[in-house]
């Protein structure tokens, strides 16, 4: 009975926790083409979309397009 919930809160564990991944979010200036990487940590991918698309600028001289 006890490797039983065992295996099964080991399989909800990692079902619960697979989801989220380490992304890298990588943006690029238009102007001189700047590119820097930014490591974004256990996030799933809608997040880190959104946490990535945070970091785009758009300026009078220059934009800064990010992508996963």
């Known amino acids: 009975m006890k490797k039983g919930f065992l295996l099964i809160a080991g399989v909800a564990l990692f079902a619960a ?4 991944k380490n992304w890298t979010c990588t943006c690029v200036d238009s102007d001189d083409g ?12 809608k997040d ?3 946490i990535c698309n945070s970091y ?7 934009t800064t397009t990010c992508n996963l």
């Open 34 to 45: 700047y590119t820097q990487s930014i490591p974004i940590l256990l996030q799933k991918k």
């Open 17 to 20: 926790t697979s989801c989220r």
């Open 56 to 62: 785009e600028y758009v300026g009078s001289t220059y």
């Open 48 to 50: 880190a979309e959104n």
